[in-house]
Nanobody, 123 residues
Framework: QVQLAESGGGLVQPGGSRRFPCAASGSVLSIYIMGWYRQAPGKQRELVAT???????AYADSVKGRFTIPRDNAKNTESLQMNSLKPEDTAVYYC?????????????????WGQGTQVTVSS
């Protein structure tokens, strides 16, 4: 199967920045789409940003111009670079992957989720 590992959450002051990576491991040859979702307390999980293997990117309107999503296809990793953070960015952030090509017959194409990392924006 496929595992997604995130790291790097924590407390950030408003206006600050934070970057955290996500690495896919397991029987992975390539991944079509990777991305980030977040879930704030009392709210549904929502899309933050996605990037396809050929570099097409989509951002939620609320993060456009502040967040970027670099990706390394060769290493099956992605990151979320968050700048100009606001209190409303406080949430658990989840790494996501779908459309997995694998050398293992039993590995499904996805979707896969990381365990989530808490980001709190507060002074």
């Amino acid at each position: 199967q496929v595992q997604l590992a995130e790291s790097g959450g924590g407390l950030v002051q408003p206006g600050g920045s934070r970057r955290f990576p996500c690495a896919a491991s397991g029987s992975v040859l390539s991944i079509y789409i990777m991305g980030w979702y977040r879930q704030a307390p009392g709210k549904q999980r929502e899309l933050v940003a996605t990037i396809t293997r050929d570099g097409r990117i989509a951002y939620a309107d609320s993060v456009k111009g502040r967040f970027t999503i670099p990706r390394d296809n060769a290493k099956n990793t992605e990151s979320l670079q968050m700048n100009s953070l606001k209190p409303e960015d406080t949430a658990v952030y989840y790494c996501h992957a779908d459309g997995v090509d694998s050398f293992a017959y039993s590995t499904t194409r996805g979707p896969y989720w990381g365990q989530g990392t808490q980001v709190t924006v507060s002074s």
